[in-house]
């Protein structure tokens, strides 16, 4: 069974520069999230899909960060403009809908604002 | 609100039993997680426990829960140099999957 595919695994941007990170979930798992991972930290809930519905965006910096899941499968997290601060891997997860069910994590997106 | 705590650091020998400790603020947690990160990996999920057990074992892993104290440990049995990376400890907050994660705990092993 595939895991959860990220890309890229690397972005450096400029700062002011937008930058889209995109991510397949696990076949089968209508739950996707996406984290932000600062170094040094654990990950840090962004936004949480069920199928194709944002069902928790309070993390979600909307001044600059959107997210999409079109068709309930894959997704795309994306931020204009970056800012420094937003130097960070990004982290996308899936599960089975339903409590208790283990989220499984991509590798992960390295961004660097420079 | 929520918050769980790790220590940042352990250093074991290997062969070893490693223990990571954390402790967590929100009671009506139903699971209680340990991830493991490796460099530049996602991370790996090793193993949780349901809010109403005290242990859990799978294979050299035995994770601890004090509910009362709202702390939870994970053992490693005979260390090896490949459990050498961070981990972490998260519980489940809010009734659904919305995981809280720790800063988590680098565990170095040394020959």
């Known amino acids: 069974e595939a895991g959860v595919v990220q890309s890229p695994r690397y972005k450096i941007i400029e700062k002011k520069q937008p930058v889209a990170f995109w991510c397949n979930p696990i076949?089968?798992?209508?739950?996707l999230y996406w984290y932000l991972q600062n170094l040094g930290q654990g990950p840090e809930l962004l936004i949480r899909y069920e199928n194709e519905e944002a069902v928790d965006d309070s993390q979600l910096p909307k001044d600059r960060f959107s997210a999409e899941r079109l068709k309930g499968v894959d997704s795309t997290l994306k931020i204009q403009p970056a800012e420094l601060g937003d130097s960070a891997v990004y982290l996308c997860?899936?599960?089975?809908?339903?409590?208790?069910?283990?989220?499984?994590f991509g590798p992960g997106t390295r961004l660097t604002v420079t | 609100g929520e918050d769980v705590e790790q220590s940042l650091f352990l250093s074991v020998r290997e062969g070893d039993s490693s223990v990571i400790n954390c402790t967590y603020t929100d009671s009506s947690s139903t699971y209680l997680y340990w991830y493991k990160q490796e460099p530049g990996a996602g991370l790996q999920l090793l193993t949780y426990i349901f809010s109403n057990m005290d242990m859990k074992q799978d294979q050299r892993l035995t994770v601890l829960l004090n509910k009362k104290d709202k702390h939870l440990s994970l053992r490693i049995a005979d260390t090896q140099t490949g459990d050498s990376a961070i981990y972490f400890c998260a519980e489940s907050f809010g009734g659904y999957n919305k995981l809280i994660f720790g800063a988590g705990t680098r565990l170095a092993v040394h020959p």
């Open positions: 076949s089968g798992h209508n739950t």
């Open positions: 997860a899936s599960s089975p809908t339903g409590e208790g069910y283990e989220q499984y």
